[in-house]
């Protein structure tokens, strides 16, 4: 089952925050997120595997609530590098497949 | 990082041939691939599931006469697109699973962009 992203686009200046959301109707075995490029194949970020969990990776970070249903990526004092489409992609308990969101398209203006 | 690489990145061809894309993990073994279509600004679709040693697992709606894959090594897995039509022209993306420690990663290849003319 596709997971829901919202926003489904976000624009910001440089050095602003930036929160996108991926929920499920179903408790997950894992959360993926990933960011790609306009003609290019999406980059893993993080992936996310416990109720609770949350992650860093320099300025961008991710949760994963206590039910496994939803998770956010933060991006915080956004830089223009951070311009792209963010999927998330989730792994249902028992389903070895990872199903991507519609995506959020986030730019960032200098 | 793990690396993936995808051959040919561009593909042209007429209509009604086949196109074999392929898929390589480079740097680890990967039992598991996968294989995804991608529209322009949509998601990315996953076609099918890709096992060593296995026949692959296709999606719903997804033709396996016409969408042949083939893992015949941990480190390689092919699409072959017969009996190409424009519709399916898209960008075709693989990505391989890497296990690290109790986890695991799922790696990109760059894509192919299909164009059938």
């Known amino acids: 089952q596709q997971p829901v992203q919202s926003p489904q686009a976000v624009i910001l200046r440089e050095g602003e925050d930036a929160v996108i959301n991926c929920s499920s109707s179903k408790a997950l075995y894992s959360v993926h997120w990933y960011r790609q490029k306009h003609g290019e194949a999406p980059v893993f970020l993080m992936i996310?595997?416990?109720?609770?969990e949350q992650k860093g990776h320099e300025k961008i970070s991710a949760s994963f609530n206590e039910k496994k249903q939803q998770s956010s990526l933060y991006l915080t004092a956004s830089q223009l590098s951070y311009s792209g489409t963010y999927f998330c992609g989730t792994e249902e308990i028992g389903d070895d497949k990872i199903i991507f969101g519609k995506g959020t398209r986030l730019h960032i203006l200098p | 990082g793990a690396v993936v690489s995808q051959h040919p990145s561009r593909v042209i061809c007429k209509s009604g041939t086949s196109v074999k894309i392929e898929c390589r993990s480079l740097d680890f073994q990967a039992t598991t691939m996968f294989w995804y279509r991608q529209f322009p600004k949509q998601s990315l679709m996953l076609m099918a599931t890709s096992n060593e040693g296995s026949k692959a697992t296709y999606e719903q709606g997804v033709e396996k006469d016409k969408f042949l894959i083939n893992h015949a090594s941990l480190t390689l897995s092919t699409l072959t697109v017969t009996s190409a039509h424009p519709e399916d022209s898209s960008f075709y993306i693989c990505?391989?699973?890497?296990?690290?420690?109790?986890?695991?990663?799922?790696?990109f290849g760059p894509g192919t962009r299909l164009t059938v003319t």
């Open positions: 990505s391989a699973k890497k296990l690290a420690g109790s986890s695991y990663e799922q790696y």
């Open positions: 996310l595997l416990k109720g609770g």
